[in-house]
Each structure stands twice: as structure tokens, then as C-alpha cells.
């Protein structure tokens, strides 16, 4: 009880921070309008409305994880930092989060990425490990072309998504523990695909296929990736008649 009186007390005064993680809440509580970081996870909220943040203008920092969500859709004008892993999202989240830079979806129920999924100009990094994910269109990450870390491991892909041509200032990216068997030329490449020389490729530093059961690998697949320094790859034949 006095913890619980200490932090509305902390929300009456209008402070920072508030964190009201594993208390059963069913929705959000009150937000005092100069909150910057919000931690309600591992609560009960199934639903939020659209604008759920807007009594915060200036929230940086979001923690939702371990909610049984679902679906998201949300609007914050400077949010830079989200967290909704553990939510048995079954759909990417419909966000409108120009600041967004950060944002973990681990642990999900994803199963495909369609055209657009996420419109989020300003994403460093983007957290899809651990969901069912075994398509991903290729306009998928046309919202995301500022997009750096793209992690994807302990998915379902069976290829690497055409998608990753529309990220030109992609550096770190992990496909471990997918279902890739083959890796044609220039798949990860900066010329590629669709994207042409501003392709992955570019500007891709580290790059993870470990625990794939690769077994047929193009000459050419890793072809044109100047800036690479990392790589984990299982072991897999070479394809010498392939062109």
C-alpha cells in the first residue's frame, strides 16, 4: 500500500518517471503531463485506445511487454523508445511515432509483414526475434529507411527478404535460426535487388546466419558488402555451377 501511495504521489506532482510493472492493471493509469518514461509491464491491459498518450506530449520511453495485447495502435509525437515484447501480437502495431527510434516486438505472434508495416521515418533498430514470421513482402520496410539493427532471428524464413534491399543504412542484421537453405547471388547485396547500390549491402557491418540449414551458397551471395567485418554462417556447398 505504500509503495502504491508513493507513486501516485509521484504522478500527482508531475514527475518523470512512473513505473507501475506487475500490479494486475487493466489499463493505464493516470499520466501526468510531464511524464517522459512509463513502465506498465507485465500487467493485464488487453487494449489501448489510439490516443492513450496523449495526456503525456512528451513521453520518451514506453515499456509494455507482458501484456496481453494482441493489437496496438498508437500515436505519441516524440516517443523515441517501445517496448512490446511478450504481447501475443499477432499484427504489427500501427504506429504514429515520427521519433520513434527503438522499438522491440520480441516474443511475439507475427507471422507475416505485409507493404508499409510500419511507418517510422526515424527507426534505428527494430526487435522481431522469436516470432512465427515466414513472409515478409517487399515493400515491408519501405516505412523504415533510416533502419540500422534488424534483428530477426528464431523466425520462419526460409529466404532472405527481398525487403532488405529498401535499407540502404542497415549495419547490423541477423537471420540465425531461420529455415534459409539457400543464399543466391547477391542476395544480401548492395546491387542486389530493387534498391540497387543504396541496398543493404552498403553499409552492413555485421551479419548473423548461424543456425540455418544452409546447404547450397552462390559465389556471389556475399558479394559487394564493403564494410562487412562480421560474419556467422554455418557451413554450407557451394554452388561452382551457378551463375
Excluded at 68 to 84: G, I
Excluded at 187 to 203: R, T, V
Excluded at 205 to 230: C, I, M, T
Aim: charged residues 20%; hydrophobic residues 45%.
Amino acid at each position: 500500500m505504500l509503495l502504491l501511495l508513493l507513486l501516485s504521489l509521484g504522478a500527482a506532482a508531475g514527475g518523470s518517471a512512473l513505473r507501475r510493472r506487475g500490479e494486475g492493471l487493466r489499463a493505464l493509469p493516470p499520466l501526468p503531463a510531464a511524464l517522459q518514461d512509463l513502465d506498465v509491464s507485465d500487467n493485464n491491459i488487453t487494449s489501448l485506445p489510439p490516443d492513450a498518450l496523449l495526456a503525456a506530449p512528451d513521453l520518451r520511453e514506453l515499456n509494455l511487454s507482458l501484456n496481453p495485447l494482441q493489437e496496438l495502435s498508437l500515436s505519441s509525437r516524440r516517443l523515441a523508445r517501445l517496448w512490446a515484447a511478450r504481447c501475443r501480437l499477432r499484427l504489427a502495431p500501427r504506429l504514429a511515432a515520427p521519433a520513434l527510434r527503438y522499438l522491440s516486438l520480441a516474443d511475439n505472434e507475427l507471422e507475416e509483414l505485409e507493404d508499409g508495416a510500419l511507418q517510422l521515418p526515424a527507426l534505428h533498430t527494430l526487435i522481431l526475434k522469436r516470432n512465427r514470421i515466414s513472409y515478409i513482402s517487399d515493400k515491408a520496410f519501405a516505412g523504415t529507411p533510416a533502419l540500422r539493427v534488424l534483428r530477426l532471428e528464431e523466425n520462419q524464413l526460409s529466404e532472405a527478404p527481398a525487403a532488405l534491399q529498401l535499407l540502404p543504412s542497415l549495419e547490423d542484421l541477423s537471420l540465425a535460426h531461420n529455415r534459409i537453405w539457400s543464399l543466391g547471388p547477391g542476395a544480401l547485396s548492395a546491387g542486389g535487388g530493387a534498391g540497387g547500390a543504396g541496398g543493404a549491402g552498403a553499409a552492413l557491418v555485421r551479419l548473423d546466419l548461424g543456425g540455418n540449414p544452409l546447404s547450397r551458397l552462390h559465389p556471389a551471395a556475399l558479394d559487394h558488402l564493403p564494410r562487412l567485418v562480421s560474419l556467422v554462417q554455418m557451413t554450407a556447398t557451394t554452388d561452382s555451377n551457378s551463375e
